[in-house]
């Protein structure tokens, strides 16, 4: 429940999510006016104050409670920022906000300031942090959904930083493609689950959850919400995205790729359990899902060459890892057996581990191409004696990764054999039959994962140096770019002998959120993390035995790795979306050639015949359309005479031959019109209409000697026809809607609650204007924007043309 006291000291803490943000609008300034100081450092204060305020929360998760803060975005529609912080929220607000800190210290020693753009990369990074916390934190699904998108948008602008290297544009493209097209389909389910529950509060809808089971839309938004999960996190097949995003700096695969982008996935499923783990849907494909992308990112992570794509395939394999865990711990909605709740505290453990070892492992990585020009590791070799410090960190990390003691990895990793081994005795959804498979797989990929770690580490570190000669001098990295790796692999080691504290403080707490049917209390969820099970325990014979054949494959790499040259590049994952791409680039350019002519006749002929096709046709299928003659005006003389001139006025403009015929003729139509509204006593209109008709004809006068000259742009007598035939569809279809609005009212019009209020509530005598400006408020405001925008757009065009001119001037002298 929520303290009171909480309530005091936490109101209005949402504010915080947009404090990064906030923050990122003085960085250009910072730059600009101090550069003698790395502004980092400023940057550096913004994840510090955060972390050291949230973890004021862990007394309240520890004591089962939360905290919630809220501001209003769209009442109207239930859509507001809701912060809702409980034990998950909070595990990976406090990963966002630490390892963010880390980042943001080893980027200042990593990224010069006098050689890189660091107003524009801090700038992406606190715009990132922002979005990473929104989504965290957000209870009400929309605005989750706007922070998802944003953390695409912001990791597409970090991972394409340096926009001058093809890889990066492409890697950062690649990821936005696949992380969006997830992000859709997620918003969909998102918009059902909003149908099913009518209300758009994640507490709300694992509240009502029970009644979803049977509704039609459940396991359609399930998938929906699970596509958005698998992109984000880098699931089979959508793992494409995430070795191509290593282009990005250093700092940024350490942020986004170990602790906080590819996590989001696992947040989200971690989150939505609750509402989905009664389907065996969900349950078959997290967990199968997960385990097949264990297996393949650890099986080709030894293929790789280059440090930061082994980290990369880690990477997908240790989320595939947390994946898997998180569908066994779904189980627990279907089982009492223990083993299934504690596999979803593993799933939380091995999440902070990884963050840990592989945020550690990552910067080691940049390290290594910074101190010696390289991330090629068959140029790598012998660096241990030469970077003794370097070596202990990506030791103590890679072992974790395998799952070795005495280190945090290997005590999570026991824990997930353990639950593989559970699996195959659960007796519905088929598991007795398929569940064989998760243990078999699950060794198979961690001796693979040894293999890995031990190539990522002893291949760099170990042996002879290579005679060719590296492009820098080998050395020790400085102490400053030292400081967060060390800090990092510091936990790694610290966690293995203190796991059961990090258990109470911070994992106990997030696995009561996922699971909130089950307990009731933190202090209820009955788990002792321990090193030790006994020489029965069947997991310590599965590490013996992957320990002992993952060595002899480390032995033996060089003579089976060449394997990975049999498959053809073509048949990869990466060779079908680099298909699918060229495929809808080349088909879209076709279209785009048969349609773009160059000639505004022909758009607005391809736009008016779809619009008054739709809409006559939905007229007569809706059988909307209705005359109603009973309150219609009477049409006198003046009415008439008119119209005729109206008429006439209208064909003159079609059938003038000189530009001037022509304006005057449309002037013509122009004071026609307002003398329909004279007629029909609608004075003010009919000012409006003569100021703009007069202002119209001016312009048209004083541009006269720009305008094109009237010609018939090669049309033949069957365009001619064709387009007598739409422009006579649209007016057609235009007075038969008019016709049917003045006949049928299915709502009261809003012009009597004008009428009412004009005086009392606006304060306003002119109706119109008051309409324009208060009513319409905001339409007012955002056409000055969009105008402002485009005003902006166009100086910047002019300024580059100006400057490109400049720079061919000074070429020819």
């Excluded at 509704?215 to 089979?236: D, I, N, R, W």
């Excluded at 989200?268 to 078959?284: K, Y």
């Amino acid at each position: 429940m929520f303290h009171s006291l909480g309530r005091r000291i936490f109101l209005n803490f949402v504010l915080l999510i947009f404090l990064p943000i906030m923050a990122a609008l003085f960085v250009p300034l910072l730059f600009r006016k101090l550069k003698d100081i790395h502004t980092g450092w400023f940057v550096l204060l913004v994840p510090v104050s955060l972390f050291i305020y949230y973890i004021g929360f862990i007394k309240t998760t520890m004591d089962g409670g939360h905290a919630l803060s809220e501001l209003q975005w769209i009442p109207s529609l239930g859509i507001s920022f809701v912060s809702y912080i409980d034990g998950l929220s909070l595990l990976f607000t406090l990963l966002i906000t630490g390892i963010g800190a880390l980042v943001v210290l080893y980027s200042i020693f990593y990224l010069d300031k006098r050689k890189e753009k660091l107003n524009h990369f801090y700038v992406y990074l606190l715009i990132f942090m922002s979005a990473m916390l929104g989504v965290v934190q957000s209870d009400n699904v929309i605005s989750l959904y706007l922070f998802w998108e944003l953390t695409s948008i912001s990791s597409f602008l970090l991972i394409g930083y340096w926009s001058t290297r093809d890889g990066s544009r492409f890697g950062a493209l690649k990821s936005m493609m696949i992380t969006v097209f997830g992000g859709l389909m997620m918003l969909g389910g998102f918009v059902l689950l909003g149908i099913m529950g009518d209300t758009f509060s994640i507490r709300e809808l694992i509240a009502s959850s029970p009644t979803f089971v049977g509704h039609e839309f459940f396991t359609l938004a399930l998938v929906l919400v699970l596509l958005g999960a698998f992109t984000k996190s880098a699931q089979f097949p959508f793992h494409i995205w995430l070795p191509d995003a290593m282009e990005a700096p250093t700092p940024v695969s350490a942020y986004l790729h170990s602790a906080t982008m590819v996590k989001a996935g696992l947040y989200l499923v971690a989150r939505f359990t609750p509402i989905f783990a009664v389907s065996e849907v969900w349950i078959w494909l997290v967990a199968g899902i997960g385990l097949l992308t264990l297996f393949w990112g650890s099986f080709f992570a030894v293929k790789q060459t280059d440090l930061k794509a082994i980290l990369a395939f880690s990477t997908i394999s240790q989320l595939g890892l947390i994946m898997s865990l998180l569908g066994a711990g779904a189980l627990a909605y279907h089982s009492d057996d223990p083993i299934f709740k504690f596999a979803t505290f593993a799933a939380i453990f091995h999440l902070i581990n990884h963050a840990t070892f592989k945020g550690s492992l990552f910067m080691i990585a940049g390290i290594v191409d910074h101190e010696t020009g390289t991330r090629d590791i068959r140029k790598l070799g012998g660096l241990m004696s030469i970077m003794p410090v370097s070596f202990t960190v990506a030791f103590i990390g890679s072992m974790s990764m395998a799952g070795l003691p005495p280190f945090n990895g290997f005590l999570s990793k026991e824990m997930f054999l353990q639950s593989m081994l559970a699996i195959r005795h659960f007796e519905l959804f088929n598991f007795a039959t398929w569940g064989i498979l998760f243990p078999v797989i699950a060794w198979i990929a961690s001796v693979f994962t040894l293999v890995y770690s031990f190539y990522f580490v002893f291949k760099t570190f170990a042996g002879q140096q290579k005679s060719e000669p590296l492009p820098i001098k080998p050395h020790e990295a400085p102490v400053g770019m030292l400081v967060s790796p060390v800090i990092l692999a510091t936990l790694v080691v610290g966690i293995f002998f203190i796991p059961n504290l990090i258990g109470k403080w911070l994992v106990k707490p997030a696995v009561m959120a996922v699971q909130p049917d089950l307990y009731n209390h933190p202090s209820e969820v009955d788990v002792d993390v321990a090193a030790w099970h006994g020489f029965d325990a069947p997991e310590l014979w599965m590490t013996v035995s992957l320990v002992g054949v993952g060595l002899v494959l480390f032995l033996t790499l060089a003579r089976w790795q060449k394997m990975y040259d049999i498959q053809p590049e073509y048949l990869s994952l990466n060779a079908l979306y680099d298909s699918a791409m060229m495929f809808g680039e080349g088909g879209m350019n076709k279209l785009s050639r048969f349609y773009m002519t160059g000639l505004i006749r022909t758009y607005l002929i391809y736009m008016f015949a779809f619009i008054a096709s739709i809409t006559a046709a939905t007229l007569f299928i809706k059988e909307a359309f209705v005359v109603d003659m009973d309150s219609f005006s009477p049409i006198n003389l003046y009415g008439v005479l008119t119209a005729i001139v109206l008429v006439v006025a209208v064909c003159m403009v079609l059938l003038a031959k000189t530009r001037l015929s022509a304006i005057i003729a449309l002037g013509a139509v122009g004071y026609s019109v307002a003398l329909f509204f004279v007629i029909f006593k609608a004075p003010d209109l009919a000012l409006t209409q003569l100021v703009i008709e007069t202002i119209s004809v001016a312009l048209f006068l004083l541009a006269f000697k720009h305008l094109p000259s009237l010609n018939n742009h090669g049309q033949t007598k069957r365009n001619k026809i064709g387009n007598l035939i739409i422009a006579a569809g649209v007016g057609i279809t235009v007075t038969l809607i008019a016709l049917s609005a003045h006949s049928q009212k299915l709502i009261p019009s809003i012009s009597q609650y004008y009428k009412d209020t004009v005086a009392t509530e606006a304060g306003g005598g002119n109706i119109v204007n008051v309409i324009l400006v208060d009513y319409r408020g905001f339409d007012t405001l955002f056409e000055i924007a969009v105008l402002s925008i485009a005003g902006i757009a166009v100086i910047a065009m002019i300024r580059l043309k100006l400057s490109r001119k400049e720079e061919s001037t000074d070429e020819n002298q």
